[in-house]
């Protein structure tokens, strides 16, 4: 059976595709190849092949965002320390 083939053509940012062949070539492969796998994964899914969705961080990290934002504009006080081993003396107490 004749394999025929269709070229595709995508524009991408210069240092996105500069790291993803990177990648690609520490792995042993090119964009071509990654491109097809994607697509097979594509249609082998029948859907994208990973999850999409926008990046929300939790409200534990929120929080911790927010105390370090407060320590550095002096509104939250906090026990410093010389060296790590004051610290661990202190942890131990």
Do not use: C
């Amino acid at each position: 059976m004749e394999t025929l083939t269709s070229a595709i053509s995508v524009q991408v940012d210069n240092h996105d595709k500069e790291v993803a062949n990177g990648i690609l070539k520490s792995l042993g492969l090119n964009m071509s190849t990654f491109v097809n796998m994607a697509i097979k994964q594509l249609i082998y899914k029948d859907g994208l092949p990973f999850e999409v969705k926008n990046p929300k961080p939790s409200e534990n990290l929120l929080e911790a965002l927010q105390d370090g934002e407060n320590i550095l504009n002096g509104k939250m006080k906090t026990k410093g320390y010389h060296n790590m081993y004051e610290m661990l003396e202190d942890l131990k107490k």
